[in-house]
């Protein structure tokens, strides 16, 4: 009786979450909306976060409240983790994080994977009895600490709302921020002829008609609106996978993850729930219609210049025992101009010379020098060899819809990516030529205005644009033949240690300009968050102060030639 007694009241607290009756809104969860400050309104957004959070009494006040939340209404929250400082560096920080994917039903909507996730962090505390280090909730209330941070599909709005738990020093507080159609307002003025005086993230302007914050911090990752993940393409470096699962040392687990560390999802699966959520954003005709009436420059931005960053490595554990390791070819060129050619193969012992000749040390630089560092012996680069950032999956994946809509056709976007075409990422010869589409919103005679203004222009890389264009045997095949043997000239050149050096000084210049583009300009943080995450090792004869920036090299100061394969000091 006792045990049928506790089953009915289960199932009826259940069902009084998923139809609480109407409140009196002191009685409700209140959410905050980022820009009024104001408690949004009943019937705000038609999400089910919001759906449920607004059934409920009180708000949960941290993540594991929320997916206790989430799990006590019947839905599914399937948890990915990675290791912040890098898959060899558990302590002495115990830095990780969650993103969990929800899926299920809620109020009457059916909830895929791609259509809600939340992220969520450890730190290691330390039990003085024990003296040992455990995986803990960083979930600490103390003001503005960040405990949870999601993004939930709008049916309504067919776009993402962003959402976020911050602590406020007695609790927590959850805030909107934004929805995808912000992003896209946030970064008007990415990679275009801005006024100076106005920031590159700009907010919508105050009274006075000045520039304010942006509208969302979450704009400084999330470029295109969506779900990321940066690691992407396998091996997902630092990510947990069954085969391979992340060491957590000797740190003891809290309580509250037990069950989650049991439950852990393959990086690879999850990878593909974001890849859905990207899709399904970029299949969304209100989105497509939001980005239809920006600006020509801003909807043809992705295909010039960069707007998100992916990450890719060699596929097999730098410490494993394969003599070769293979080098993303995204790294010397764009993927789609290398057609089936996936990789670059060098041989492991010439590209470990390079590392050690430029004194490559890959260390939780937060915690102490080196050798005081809890690491493992002789670890010079990251679980994954050659990581190296390449064009996004979104900013591919917005260029092919491009084409599909009509607005370019493939000819068009393969005449501007073969532009500087061994600068895959961060050319200024490729991106500053964005400046020269005409400015307003797509008109029938764009093309022919943008053709004169790159016949107007004395920019070498003008020049060689309009001659793609003006050329019909320049077609994708052809540009992708000419990738091809640029390809082949590096592979060969491959062979020698001088030239693996080179190309790892490429490598640090293509790490180095992430962080000093654009992009990593948001005033709220950067998309590789340094200080959070450690991706890269240093390279100590690169450039002085390697502890504070932890990359190495100078952006463009060199240069793959891609008539010799080799590279070269820009002059």
Not at 414 to 434: E, H, K, N, W
Not at 492 to 511: I, P
């Amino acid at each position: 009786m006792k045990l049928l007694l506790a089953t009915l009241l289960l199932a009826a607290a259940t069902a009084q979450a998923q139809n609480a009756p109407d409140k009196l809104p002191g009685e409700r969860c209140q959410i905050q909306n980022n820009t009024s400050g104001n408690v949004l309104p009943p019937d705000a957004h038609d999400d089910a976060l919001f759906k449920l959070l607004s059934a409920q009494p009180r708000c949960p006040g941290n993540a594991l409240q929320f997916r206790a939340l989430v799990l006590a209404n019947a839905m599914s929250s399937r948890p990915a983790m990675v290791a912040n400082r890098g898959f060899h560096n558990p302590l002495p920080q115990g830095s990780f994080s969650f993103f969990e994917s929800i899926d299920g039903s809620y109020a009457g909507q059916k909830l895929v994977p791609g259509d809600w996730f939340y992220g969520h962090f450890t730190a290691a505390s330390i039990d003085n009895t024990a003296l040992t280090s455990i995986l803990s909730p960083q979930q600490a209330a103390t003001p503005d600490n960040l405990l949870l941070e999601t993004l939930v599909w709008d049916p309504r709005k067919q776009m993402y709302n962003f959402y976020e738990i911050r602590g406020t020093g007695q609790g927590g507080q959850w805030f909107y921020r934004g929805d995808s159609a912000d992003i896209q307002a946030d970064i008007v003025n990415l990679w275009r002829a801005y006024d100076p005086s106005q920031s590159i993230f700009m907010g919508a302007p105050d009274s006075s008609g000045k520039a304010t914050l942006p509208r969302l911090r979450c704009s400084g990752c999330h470029t295109n609106g969506g779900p990321i993940m940066k690691e992407l393409a396998f091996p997902h470096d630092s990510w947990w996978r069954p085969e391979r699962p992340l060491p957590l040392g000797a740190m003891r687990i809290a309580p509250e993850y037990e069950t989650i560390l049991k439950n852990l999802v393959s990086s690879q699966e999850f990878s593909g729930w974001i890849k859905a959520g990207n899709d399904k954003l970029a299949s969304s005709p209100a989105y497509m219609k939001q980005r239809s009436a920006l600006s020509l420059q801003e909807q043809l931005r992705p295909i010039f210049c960069e707007q998100e960053v992916n990450l890719d490595s060699d596929l097999l554990p730098f410490g494993g025992p394969a003599p070769i390791i293979k080098a993303p070819v995204g790294a010397f060129v764009d993927q789609r101009l290398a057609g089936d050619i996936r990789y670059i193969e060098i041989d492991k012992a010439l590209y470990t010379n390079s590392l050690n000749l430029f004194q490559a040390q890959f260390f939780d630089y937060q915690s102490g020098n080196f050798q005081n560092s809890v690491q493992p012996i002789n670890q010079i680069d990251a679980d994954h060899a050659f990581e190296t950032p390449v064009k996004s999956h979104t900013d591919m994946l917005l260029a092919q819809k491009m084409v599909a809509s009509g607005l370019i056709d493939e000819k068009f976007l393969y005449d501007v990516i073969a532009i500087d075409p061994t600068r895959p990422m961060f050319s200024p010869q490729r991106c500053g030529l964005l400046q020269l589409v005409p400015g307003g919103g797509p008109t029938a005679g764009w093309r022919n205005q943008f053709a004169q203004a790159l016949a107007n222009s004395d920019k070498p890389a003008a020049k060689a644009l309009l001659a793609n264009i003006n050329d019909a045997a320049r077609t994708p095949q052809w540009h992708r033949d000419q990738t091809r043997q640029i390809l082949t000239r590096v592979q060969s050149l491959a062979k020698l240690q001088l030239s693996v050096n080179g190309y790892v000084r490429l490598l640090a210049g293509r790490r180095i300009a992430v962080y000093q583009a654009q992009v990593s300009q948001h005033p709220q943080g950067q998309i590789f968050e340094p200080g959070f995450r450690l991706i890269f090792p240093t390279m100590q004869l690169f450039q002085k102060n390697q502890q504070q920036i932890a990359y190495g090299g100078v952006p463009d100061q060199y240069w793959l030639n891609p008539v010799t394969g080799a590279v070269e000091l820009v002059q």
